[in-house]
C-alpha cells in the first residue's frame, strides 16, 4: 500500500512516522507550491475554503507520484471540514480512479485504535497502540522544533536557517522513543540559543491549518523572525491529538478563558483562538497574529471577540484572511508594519515607565 497524506508543516514528519510505524510506505506529495495550490483550485469548488483546496492540491500530486491510498482527517465540527473527504474524492476521480480516500474520523480514539487502523493496514490494535505513543511523543518533538526555530530565528537568522535541515532529518530518521529522546538532545545542542531572547513576542492563532502550514500561511513565522520578532503558538498536532485523547488541559484552558467572549462555539477552531489570544495576553506578548482562510466563517466570528480583547489590553491585533491570490509583497509589508508599531510600542512605554 503507497499511503498518500496532505502537507501539515513540521507535524508532516510525525504523521509520516506514524504510518510508516504501521509498515506501509509514505508517498509525500512534493512541497506545497504555486502547482499545488493551482491544481487544488482548478479541481475545487469555487467557493470552498482554502485548506480544502491545497489539500487537494496535495493529494492530486501524491497520486501523480504514485500513491494508491490517500488518508484525510474528518470528522464534523460545525463546519465545511465535515465534508471535505467526501468532496475531495470526487473531485480527484476527474483526474484518476484508481485510488482510494479513506476518511479518518478524529473523534473516537477506540474507533481509530480497535477498528478503522486495524483493518486499513492489516495489524493488531496493540500495534497501533505503539504507533499512536511514537506519534505522541515525535509531534512534541516537531512541536519543541518549531518553537527551538522561531526563538532561534530572532535572535540569529542565518545560525537557524543553517541548523534547520540537518535537524528535521533527525526527526525524521528517530523511529523508537530512545532514538527521539536522543534526537531532541542534540537538536537542542544544534539550537544553541543560551537563553538569548528577541525583544518583540508575538503570538499566533487562527484556523489550524493555516497557523501550523508554513507553506500555507507563507512561512509568516519566518517572516516575523527576520524582522526581529518570536513568535509563539499552541496550535500544532501534538496539542490536537491531546484533544482527541481527552488530556489537553490547554483546551479547557482555553474555553475558560473564551468564554466572556464567545459563549457557544460557532465551529472550527473559534474557541481556541480566542482562548489562546487572551493566554497570549495574559503572558505579556507584544502582539497577537491571527491567520485563516478567508471564507472561514468561524474564524471570522472569532475577529470579533479578538477585536474586543485587543481593545481592552491594549495589545494590536493583526488579522490576516488568505485566498488563492494573497500575495507574499502585500503580506510581508503588512507583518513589517506591525512589527515597527509593536517595537514603538514597546519603547514609548519603556521610556514612559509603564
Ligand atoms: S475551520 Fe474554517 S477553513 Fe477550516 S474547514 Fe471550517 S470553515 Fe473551512
Do not use: W
Request: charged content about 25%.
Amino acid at each position: 500500500m503507497k499511503v498518500g497524506i496532505p502537507h501539515f508543516g513540521f507535524d508532516t514528519l510525525a504523521l509520516k512516522g506514524f504510518i510508516e510505524e504501521l509498515g506501509a510506505e509514505v508517498v509525500l506529495p512534493p512541497p506545497t507550491s504555486k502547482r499545488t495550490v493551482e491544481i487544488g483550485v482548478k479541481l475545487a469548488p469555487e467557493l470552498v475554503c482554502m485548506p480544502f483546496k491545497i489539500t487537494l492540491g496535495n493529494f492530486a500530486e501524491a497520486l501523480e507520484r504514485g500513491a494508491d491510498t490517500l488518508l484525510m482527517a474528518a470528522g464534523a465540527r460545525k463546519c465545511r471540514f465535515g465534508y471535505y473527504h467526501f468532496l475531495q474524492e470526487q473531485a480527484l476521480r476527474q483526474i484518476k480512479q484508481d485510488f482510494r480516500l479513506v476518511p479518518v474520523s478524529q473523534y473516537s480514539a477506540s474507533g481509530f485504535i480497535f477498528k478503522l487502523i486495524p483493518e486499513l493496514f492489516g495489524v493488531s490494535p496493540l500495534r497501533v497502540m505503539r504507533a499512536v505513543c511514537r506519534l505522541l511523543v515525535k509531534s512534541a518533538l516537531t512541536r519543541d522544533f518549531r518553537r527551538l526555530l522561531n526563538r532561534k530565528r530572532a535572535v540569529d537568522f542565518a545560525g537557524a536557517e543553517q541548523v534547520k535541515g540537518p535537524v528535521m532529518s533527525l526527526i525524521d530518521r528517530a523511529r523508537t522513543i530512545s532514538e527521539m529522546k536522543r534526537a531532541r538532545r542534540e537538536m537542542v545542542r544544534l539550537f544553541g540559543i543560551n537563553g538569548k531572547r528577541a525583544d518583540i513576542r508575538i503570538g499566533l492563532v487562527g484556523e489550524i491549518f493555516y497557523t501550523v502550514d508554513q507553506r500555507a500561511n507563507q512561512e509568516i513565522e519566518k517572516e516575523l523572525a527576520r524582522l526581529g520578532a518570536e513568535v509563539v503558538f499552541e496550535r500544532c498536532l501534538y496539542n490536537h491529538l491531546r484533544y482527541l485523547l481527552h488530556i489537553d488541559a490547554g483546551y479547557r484552558r482555553s474555553r475558560r478563558l473564551a468564554r466572556p467572549y464567545l459563549a457557544e462555539c460557532p465551529g472550527g477552531e473559534a474557541i481556541r483562538t480566542v482562548g489562546e489570544a487572551r493566554q497570549f495576553v495574559m503572558q505579556g506578548v507584544d502582539g497577537i497574529v491571527q491567520v485563516f482562510p478567508f471564507t472561514c466563517m468561524p474564524e471570522n466570528i472569532a475577529l470579533e471577540a479578538l477585536q474586543r480583547i485587543s481593545e481592552q489590553s491594549g495589545v494590536p491585533l493583526l488579522y490576516l484572511s488568505f485566498d488563492e491570490h494573497t500575495s507574499t509583497t502585500g503580506l510581508v509589508t503588512r507583518l513589517e508594519a506591525f512589527v515597527e508599531l509593536l517595537r514603538r510600542r514597546k519603547y514609548a512605554r519603556r521610556v514612559s515607565g509603564n
